[in-house]
Structure formats: C-alpha cells, structure tokens
C-alpha cells in the first residue's frame, strides 16, 4: 500500500526532515541501504541498513513490510536488529531487480513516526555502476499564459493585419475604429509590416540554405565556394583596334574606342570623325547620339608612330612566297613617302598585325580573305639587311617595289626580324607574292601593320561619396557592404598582383586577355580617405579567404539584377572599411556577350582628357602627346565576352566539383596521364625506378613541336632547355614526398622503308612523287611526328593503305622495312614493327640526316 497522499505537493526543495529533526517527538526514516554478506547463514545474508533521523523505535519484522519490483516480486523481512546510531538493521528474504522498491512502517503514528517520512526508497542495484543519478527531482513548471488562436498559413501582410484586428476585436469588444489615421491601427500595421518581413526571412533562410533551392546568385555562389567550385560572374570581350597616325604619340590605358555614331553629338552639325576631341564634352549617358555605343578602353599604353602604318613583309625576291602556318618569325620594312626603305621602330612587347591584303590569285582588295588575319605580339627584333636589295623602292600603285642591286657600293636593303610566340603563331599560311592566272607576281598580298592597339570591352565611370553619387556603406553586424550605382560590372582579366596610382588607374599593362571567365576578376578599385590616414587603394579579389587582417580587399558579388554589392572584410578576412571614412569608386561598367562585336564595328576614339594622359607607372614623367590618328579599324571581332553563370549551371556543375583533378601522381599511369595533360606533349611514358635511396620517376616525353627537341649525333634528340625546365616545373605540382623527378627525350627510333610503285597511265613520276612522300612524311602524314606514341606496332599494311590512296599509284610493294641502324630481323616478313615502351618510329626522309629516317622510292613502271 502507499502511504503518499496523491493531494501533497511536488516541491523542488524538501525541508520536511529539519521540520521533524526539530520536533520534540516525531521521527522519520531517512535513507535505505543494501548490504549482501556471503559468509552469513541463511536468512542473514541479504541486510538492509535502515537510517532514521532520530533514534529507531523499537519496531519488529511485522512493522515493517517491502513492496515493488519488476521481476522480484514479495520480498519478506526475516529479522529486524538496532545498529549503532539513528540505524536500523532490516535482514529480507532476497534481493531484488533493477526497479526502486519502497520500505515502510505499517502503522507509523503508533511509534511516533511522521506519515509523510515513513516510508524510504529501496534500490538493491545501487552499487552497479550507473551514468544516471538516483535522485528524483521535481520540477513545478511556470504558469501558462493565455495563448491565441494562431492561424499558421498567415504568411503575408493582408493576412498578418487582418488577424491581428480579429485578435484586438477578441480582446477587446468594445473597439470598433479602424481607420487607417487611428493610433490602434497604425501600430497594428506595424506589427503586421514586421511580421511580413519576418516571413520572409524564414522562407528565405529555409530556401537560401541549400543549393538546390536557393534564388540569390550570392547565396549559389557561396554554397559552390563551399565545394570548391568557384561561380563566376561572365567576363568581358576584347580585340584589337589599329591605327593610321600622322603625328607620332602614345595611347594612354582605358582610352575609350566606340562603335559608330551616325547622327551628330549634341552641340555637332555632323557626325564625328576617327577622333573625338576632348573639346565635343562627349556624354556617353545623357547625350542620345552616343547613348547606344558600345565601349572599349586601351588595356596597355600603345607608341603610335606614322611609320608603322603599313609595314611590307620581304620575300626576298622570290614568287609564291607564304608565311608558313604556325610561323614565328617574320623580315618587316618600312618605306617613307620618298621611298627610302627603313627599319620599322617596332620594340619587343609591341603588337603586330598580319593579315591577307588583297587576293593572292587576282590582286584585288575586295577578294583578301578577312579569316587570314592575326595579331602577334613581338617577342624579340634584330636589325638585319638584304644586300641583294638597296635602300630605296619604286612606289608604283601605293606599294613599294624594292630595287635590285645594279652598281657595286649601293646601300643594302635594311631588314627587322621579328619573332613571336608559338601561342600567337597564325592558324594559316599567309601569302606574301601571289600570282594570277596569267602568272604574273602579285606582290603584298600578305602585309603587315603596327599600331596596334589590344581593347576590352567596359566603360570606366568614378562614383564618389563626397558628392552623393556613390551611396555610403552599410553595416549589418559584422558584414559591412557597399553597392555600386551602374551595372552591369566588368569581369576582365588581370595581372597576378596589380598596381594602381593614386587615382585608382592600373599602372600595369594588361596583355593576358584571352583568360576563362572564372579566372577573370571585378574591375573596380576604390581610394578610400579615412580620418588621420592618407588615402588608399583597396581592390578587388576573389574572395576574402586568404586575406589578412590588415589587407585592404573586398570582394565583389552580384545579384540577380547584375547589380554589385561590395562586402568588407572583418579584421579577421580582409580589413573592416573606417568609418566615417570618403571613398571613390573607380569602376567599368560593361560585360558579357553584348561585347563581342564583329570586325570593324570599333570606329572612333575618344581623345583622353590631359590627367590621363599622364603615365600611372610613372607619375613623375611628362605627360606622352596624344597622336594625331587619321583612321580607326578594328581587323578582327572581339571574342571571350561571356555571361555570368546562371543557377541552373551551378547546380550541374558544383556538385561535380569534388571528383575534379587532383594533383597527385603515385603509378606511372598517373605520371603519364598528368604529363598528356600539359601543353605542347603529344605523349609521354613514365617509369619509376629505385635509384638507391629513393624512388625516382622517369618521363620520357614526345613534344608535340619537333622545335622543342635538340637533334643529337649519331641520331639522338634531347628536350630544349626551356621545354624541359618548363614541363618539371609543371609536373612538379603532381609529386609527392619521398619520391624525385626527372624528364627526357624519348626515344626516336629511325627507319628505313623502300617502296616500288607502279604508276597509272597518264600518270608522271614528278607529280606523284611528291604526293607520296607527303602521304609519309610531313604535317599530317602518316609519320607526322605530333601523331606518334610510344610503344605500340607500326603494321606495314598502314603504310601500303597510304602510298595507294595517292592519285596515280596503281600498286606499291615494299622492299625494305626495319630499323636503320640495324639488320633487318624479319619484320617485312612478319608485315609488323614492334617498339618498345619508351620509343618512337621516327621517319623523316631528310637525306642530310639518315640517321633520322630515311625514305627511298622507285618507280617500278609510268603509264
């Protein structure tokens, strides 16, 4: 039975037991504890030790009695004995489960025992070990309030405002005025306005949280930073522009270029010229003639000169001559207006048009082929001379036909050698001295033009706070933000680590700008003047991750409207913006594919104001005079112009960020696939070897241009210095500790093949030779040597499938088919040639060195 009344208070603090210890006669039972003894006799093995706040009665087994449990059930009290003290030695029948049992006195007012303390409870279990504790604690929670009908689909502010009225009606019946003006309603459409927001915000931050689902571009492009995935913003289109001068000058950086403009600026009577004076006031905003043009700027200062408006490439006399594709190398001269030939003042940096003239076959202007042009930029120049030629030509048509050599003690023709990169070698052959159908020459068909100036697409405004045209920055806790008042902002490439003047302008010139559209970077700068600080640039970056605490950075993100909000660092990533502090901004507004402008359509520049003039990297130097520019023509379209990434494309591709390459090389598969990914290796093999402390790896390695290995004697190649230092330093990025790396050639292994041929009627050995041998040997062939692998077979039916393909050939049989430097060793018999992992058949019929291949044909019979 229980002697606790259900209507006696849970109280979270017991103070009953100082109650009764301070009685004059009460006692109570205190506390319980089991005791087991093996060695004791039977019925006195199992005690429990009974404490009491005061001395025990004298109570008998039948006074006392035992109830609960779980699975042990009906525990007996055997013998009841006094211990020492308030104790009180109960002796039961077994022990019992894990459950709580309860002790207590049947009749406790007989012996002077308080109701409410005659009972104790009783835990057998207590000495296994347990993480919970005993003790039960009771917990009077706090009242509840009164709590409103909540309708759970109120979401928006009509249904917030309209809820809270019912409520205040419900509260308060008597209240009937709901004008709009009274006190009551307007603090209830507060409350509703609030409520609307904070809707919002929980939808936004359970839509937001996840990639899937999230609107905002900044919250996508968070999510894929997350992963490694970098969402970029598109970037801007660029070109070239060049220009006929007759004064010479220098074009300044962020000079504007403009598409046409065919109706006249305000202020004008006509439509403007090449070149817009400063004087016009050009107001690419409010003016309506220029509102529609499209804006380039000058992304590196440019030295014009009159001189390099056509430069003439020299064919040394020669007819048919072409610029091969893939060229490097060109011999350039200038002629002035009396015909005196001179060096063209180009400098290594300077860009170089090549291009198709006129129609090589008819000599016509209107027939030049506009997809034969290219844009190199010089590398290197080297005066040289042409003795054959003197230094004065004969102007017939408006070009100059140099004069040959006739009395001994002339003057040699003066020559530039140019060069360029192989990354800016043209895609074609470009014809120098063409001929008709009549065969005539047709001379300058292929020319060349300096002045030449690289172009990108944007707009540079300047927005400040000092005057209002910038907003003032925002601060939300930590997070301090700042939005640009144009848009769209220009994404462009630039240098690794940019230097700015004390206005904002990039004083480094811009040349890479053909990069991808994540790599390209916001093209704003901002001079920020804070209190008892000189003022300084801080720029843009990628993010804020690797900036420090003192580095003047932030970071540039769009929203969906292609608006760019700026966000601060928090002098942890990137310094916090001062307050109180004045900032311009200098910005480009432009980007995307609206750049991406065909050939032609940049026809005007707009002369810069004197303060641009002047040269960012050396401020201290006089300004550079404008050149006075006759023509603006823009040769080739403007391309890489892209749109910033949509949502749907983070979507697809972010999640793929986690599987992309890593740059960790551990078999030789792995070595080979890293060393196939470099550019300008047609193939590799790698080998790892113990080289007696460590494990090197050996790649052997097939350059796809036969101009980055160095011809050995005896037949030998070796990797050109630079390819090689270039490729280790690649291929360093894979290694891993504990293991070194080394390149080398491959192994070039010549052959020796003679073929008989028999010929078809009507069919000459002249004609048909050489088509053979650019069946086998040369670009394209069959023994092209960018198309080899290493290892592998070479089949001889492969080279017979070749040789009869040839116009003319009626059958071909093969005489000989082996290693040159061996025996044959059966392979013509076999129809097969079998190399080993790290060589390379190598034919290239160059008699001047058998040791490379060599090639015989015969003509076994001519129809």
């Known amino acids: 039975m229980s002697i606790i009344d259900a209507a006696i208070p849970a109280c ?13 006669t009460l006692n ?65 029948t077994d022990v019992g489960d894990f459950s709580i049992y309860r002790l207590f006195v049947r009749d406790p007012s007989s012996w002077g025992i308080d109701p409410l303390l005659a009972a104790v409870a009783v835990n057998f279990k207590a000495g296994c070990p347990t993480d919970l504790d005993c003790r039960v604690e009771h917990v009077c929670p706090e009242p509840e309030g009164e709590r409103p009908l909540l309708d759970h689909m109120v979401r928006d502010y009509a249904s917030f405002r309209a809820w809270l009225l019912d409520f205040a009606r419900l509260r308060n019946p008597s209240w009937h005025e709901t004008h709009p003006a009274e006190p009551a309603t307007a603090l209830v459409e507060l409350l509703a306005a609030e409520g609307d927001r904070l809707a919002w915000m929980q939808d936004a931050v359970g839509t937001e949280a996840y990639l899937e689902t999230c609107r905002l571009r900044v919250s996508a492009r968070r999510h894929a930073r997350l992963v490694d995935y970098r969402m970029h913003d598109g970037r801007n289109a660029y070109g070239f522009v060049q220009l006929d001068v007759t004064a010479a000058g220098t074009v300044p950086s962020a000079t504007q270029f403009l598409t046409r403009i065919a109706s006249p600026l305000r202020g004008e009577i006509a439509p403007p010229g090449p070149l817009i004076p400063e004087t016009i006031g050009l107001d690419l905003d409010a003016d309506p003639a220029a509102a529609g043009a499209t804006v380039f700027e000058a992304t590196a200062r440019t030295r014009c000169d009159p001189t390099l408006n056509r430069l003439w490439l020299h064919d040394f006399g020669g007819r ?7 060229a490097t190398a060109a011999y350039l001269y200038a002629v002035r207006a009396d015909g005196t030939i001179i060096r063209p003042p180009l400098e290594p940096g300077d860009w170089l048009l090549l291009h198709e003239a006129k129609g090589p076959e008819t000599g016509r202007t209107p027939d030049a082929d506009a997809a034969r042009r290219a844009a190199v930029r010089i590398e290197s120049v080297t005066a040289s001379e042409d003795p054959a030629f003197s230094d004065h030509a004969d102007i017939m048509a408006d070009e100059p036909a140099p004069r040959a050599v006739t009395i001994a003690g002339e003057a040699a023709m003066p020559l530039l050698r140019v060069t360029w990169s192989r990354a800016h070698a043209p895609g074609f052959a470009l014809t120098i001295t063409g001929r008709d159908l009549t065969g005539l020459a047709i001379p300058h068909a292929g020319q060349a033009r300096g002045n030449l100036v690289p172009v990108d697409h944007g707009r540079t405004v300047i927005a400040g706070t000092a005057d209002g045209s910038l907003p003032p920055p925002v601060t939300r806790g930590r997070t ?4 640009l008042p144009r848009a769209p902002l220009t994404f462009q490439p630039m240098p690794a680590e940019p230097r700015f003047d004390g206005a904002g302008r990039l004083a480094d010139p811009r040349h890479q700008l053909d990069g991808p559209p994540e790599a390209a970077e916001a093209a704003a700068v901002l001079i920020v003047d804070a209190p008892g600080e000189t003022p300084r640039v801080w720029r843009a970056v990628s993010d804020l991750l690797q900036s420090g605490a003192f580095d003047e950075h932030f970071v540039a993100e769009l929203d969906r409207e292609g608006r760019a909000q700026l966000r601060f ?46 040269d960012p990297a050396d401020p201290a130097a006089p300004p550079a005079p404008f050149p006075s520019i006759a023509a ?77 290995t160095i011809a050995l004697p005896g037949g030998g190649a070796a990797l ?53 041998r650019a069946a086998l040997v040369g670009r394209g062939a069959l023994f092209d040597p960018s198309a080899l692998r290493f290892g592998g077979v070479l089949h001889l039916s492969a080279i017979v499938a070749a040789v009869v393909v040839v116009p003319g050939v009626s059958s071909c049989v093969v005489r000989a088919f082996h290693r040159y430097w061996a025996l044959p060793a059966g392979e013509l018999e076999a129809g097969r040639m079998e190399f080993g992992p790290l060589e390379l058949p190598r034919l290239d019929a160059d008699p001047s060195r058998p040791e490379n291949g060599v090639l015989v044909l015969q003509i076994d019979g001519e129809g």
């Open 12 to 24: 979270g603090e017991d103070a009953r037991r100082a109650l009764i210890r301070a009685h004059p």
């Open 28 to 92: 109570g039972l205190d506390f319980a504890d089991y005791r087991f003894d093996p060695l004791a006799v039977p019925g006195r093995r199992h005690e429990l030790r009974v404490t009491f706040l005061k001395p025990p009665p004298a109570l008998t087994a039948a006074d006392l009695a035992i109830t609960g449990g779980a699975r042990v059930v009906g525990i007996g009290i055997t013998a009841v004995e006094p211990g020492p003290g308030e104790m009180l030695r109960v002796f039961v």
């Open 320 to 326: 048919l001559c072409c610029l091969p594709r893939g």
């Open 480 to 483: 301090t933000t700042l939005t």
């Open 569 to 614: 660092g928090d002098d942890a990533f990137g310094r916090r913006i001062p307050q109180d502090a004045t900032i311009t901004a200098r910005f480009r507004i432009g980007n995307g594919r609206a750049g991406n402008v065909g050939a032609g359509a940049l026809v005007h520049a707009v002369r810069p104001p004197a303060s641009e003039l002047v």
């Open 632 to 708: 603006v023509w823009q040769p080739l379209p403007a391309r890489g112009g892209s749109d910033a990434e949509t949502l749907t494309a983070v979507r697809l591709r972010a999640p793929a960020a986690m599987h992309a390459r890593q740059f960790r090389a551990v078999t030789e598969a792995d070595w080979e696939a890293a060393a196939r990914s470099l550019p300008g290796v047609a193939d590799a093999r790698a080998v790892v070897r113990w080289t007696g402390s460590w494990h090197t790896t050996f790649i052997a390695l097939h350059p796809l241009d036969q101009a980055d």
């Open 720 to 772: 050109a210095s630079a390819f090689a230092a270039a490729t280790a330093a690649e291929l360093n990025r894979w290694r891993i500790a504990g293991r070194d790396l080394a390149v080398h050639a491959a192994q070039y292994v010549p052959l020796k093949l003679e073929l008989g041929v028999c010929l078809k009627p009507g069919y000459f050995r002249n004609a048909v030779l050489p088509e053979i």
